[in-house]
């Protein structure tokens, strides 16, 4: 049997972080410190390098494209992309010119992920009425997929002025730029995927990430109703922190668990985050918190009971230092991912898979044409 | 605590003991999307006959439903309201008045919907409700008799969390409602799923089960639940 092509890839919403000091560091600072861990991944052997989209004052990740291509200028191999760029609110037009001239300075190796948003702030900053956000990413995606098909383009819509005839610049030479859909669990957004025939992300960020299981089933089903090939990748993203014991990695990450959650109960009015929820989450959640080791053996499972191509590990939550970032960086890219592979070749790290509703011999399926081809 | 599951009241005029209603057998599900299909899938488990609908065409969510909550049945909005017993309305809040307001009338309604201005956007009359959003929701269906339940876990917490009746782990949800016969048969359903039932009071009450960052969504025993509950 050939081995299946996976991809190990990071996320970053380039967080504020804190000084030796204690403090929070410049925005500048972390837009810089950003750029060195792309470059640190590429570096250690990480497979790609993503990028979120936010607009608030503890993450910097308003402007994606820009910190990639500084990333591509000094890289050779690694992927860049986006860990999800909130389509509603942006201007695919616009998103098609950042990508495409991104995949141009990076000699093709742009590629995206492309989501409704479950942070909500760029719908007032950009004027778009968050009631209308099933519509508004409907006719986006819509015409991005015809955007990414190249050629003269004539379109018109709701939520943008129409094209008549409009053929976009940079082309993209392979004519595919790596589009993928991201869902946190709406069996819409993965039938709408389906629906495409776009590769799916599952955005996996509390609970046992196995229970999504029954939405790769509905995807690959739905691809078979839609008429497309039913082997298309399935990515998962969580979050992780690692470190060279589980000791440290637990202690290092918990207080900025603990800070980023307690801010987003005050916002969303979720409850209060406590030890033993962190406890829990790193225990078999979607926290991939530990040591090399540890970690390795949390994901292997999970991504063969998912049967999922690619994982993006969003590498260290909240204000974790950058020094400490850097560590996690090293760690996933020399051991973790390394290590991933190994179980998943030997069919070890299997001992959680749970049963599914897809048969045994469809699940270990031969190698995947995930992505476009990176050298052209 | 004891692990017992009878039902604990808070509010004075519950204990008034109405006669009950007549066993709900099927339960109809407004919304298709996490909660929605998460319940459909606890209710099925639970030995209920479950139908689906969404704002969509039937057709349009049955291989969802097929997928996700295999027996349940993909259905219209009009052939729940009609056919089920007790119908959970788990459609995104800033949607519900798309739905006719005679559409529940003498129907058991519980809504499992949460407020979250910060997802849902500003909705000024939801803010104002003083009562929380089931009253809103109970005056947009003036004939339904409003239940409000099942909002207080995350969706993944009802697949999670379900226990036998004896566990000692098990953990409650609240229900609260101005029609008592109402509350007490949606306390039976909410039992069957797997979760000690809380009599609540009155659902006015039920901005006590909203999200603001309090405990109030936590998972706490059936005590617990209720002595947060009367505390307030």
Partial sequence: ????????????????????????????????????????????????????????????????????????????????????????????????????????????????????????????????????????????????????????????????????????????????????????????????????????????????????????????????????????????????????????????????????????????????????????????????????????????????????????????????????????????????????????????????VMAGSVAPGEVASPVRSTHAPVAR | MSGGHDDRTVGSDAAAAPTDLPATKRVGIIGAGKLGMTLARTALAAGYEVAVASSRPAERIALSVDVLAPGAVASTVEDVADSADVIVLAVPVHRFRELRSDLFDGKILVDAMNYWPDTDGEDPELTAADGGSSVVVQAHFPGARVVKSLNQLGYHELDDYTRAPDAPDRIAVAAVGDDRLAVRAVMRLIDRLGFDPVDGGPLAKGKLLEPDGSPYAETLSADRLARRLSAR
Avoid: C
Wanted: avoid cysteine; charged fraction near 25%; hydrophobic fraction near 40%.
């Fill in chain 1, 1 to 352: 049997m050939e081995e299946r092509e996976y991809e190990f890839g990071l996320d970053s919403f380039m967080a504020v972080t804190v000084g030796p000091d204690g403090e929070s560091i410049g925005g500048d600072q972390v837009v810089r410190d950003t750029v060195e861990e792309g470059v640190l991944a590429e570096q250690v052997g990480i497979d790609s390098f993503n990028i979120g989209e936010h607009y608030r004052d503890d993450m910097m990740d308003s402007a994606a494209h820009v910190v990639l291509a500084a990333i591509a200028g000094r890289t050779e191999r690694i992927r860049l992309g986006t860990s999800v760029t909130v389509l509603s609110t942006q201007d695919p037009v616009r998103l098609y010119n950042n990508s495409a001239t991104l995949d141009a300075v990076s000699g093709g190796r742009a590629q995206l992920v492309l989501g409704r948003g479950s942070a909500i702030e760029s719908f007032p900053l950009f004027g778009y009425d968050l009631r209308e956000y099933e519509e508004i990413f409907e006719e986006k995606l819509e015409l991005f997929v015809k955007l990414l098909r190249g050629g003269a383009i004539t379109w018109s819509g709701k939520y943008r002025p129409p094209l008549s005839d409009v053929v976009l610049t940079p082309p993209l030479p392979a004519g595919h730029l790596p589009t993928w859909v991201g869902s946190g669990g709406s069996p819409d957004s993965v039938t709408r995927a389906a629906r495409y025939g776009l590769p799916l992300m599952l955005a996996v960020i509390g609970g046992r990430p196995e229970r999504f299981r029954p939405l790769v089933d509905l995807y690959r089903r739905a691809l078979a109703e839609y008429g497309h090939p039913t082997d298309l990748p399935v990515g998962l993203h969580t979050l992780g922190y690692v470190a060279a014991t589980d000791d440290e990695a637990i202690e290092t990450q918990w207080p900025y668990w603990l800070q980023t959650f307690d801010r987003a109960s005050r916002e969303r009015g979720w409850r209060q985050p406590t030890r033993a929820q962190f406890d829990a989450e790193t225990a078999h959640g979607a926290m991939f918190v530990g040591s090399p080791e540890t970690v390795a053996q949390r994901i292997a499972p999970v991504m063969r009971a998912l049967d999922v191509d690619r994982i993006d590990l969003h590498y260290a939550l909240g204000q974790v230092p950058a020094v400490q970032r850097r560590e996690s960086i090293e760690l996933l890219g020399r051991k973790v991912f390394p290590r991933v592979r190994e179980l998943l070749a030997s069919g070890r790290g299997d001992h959680e």
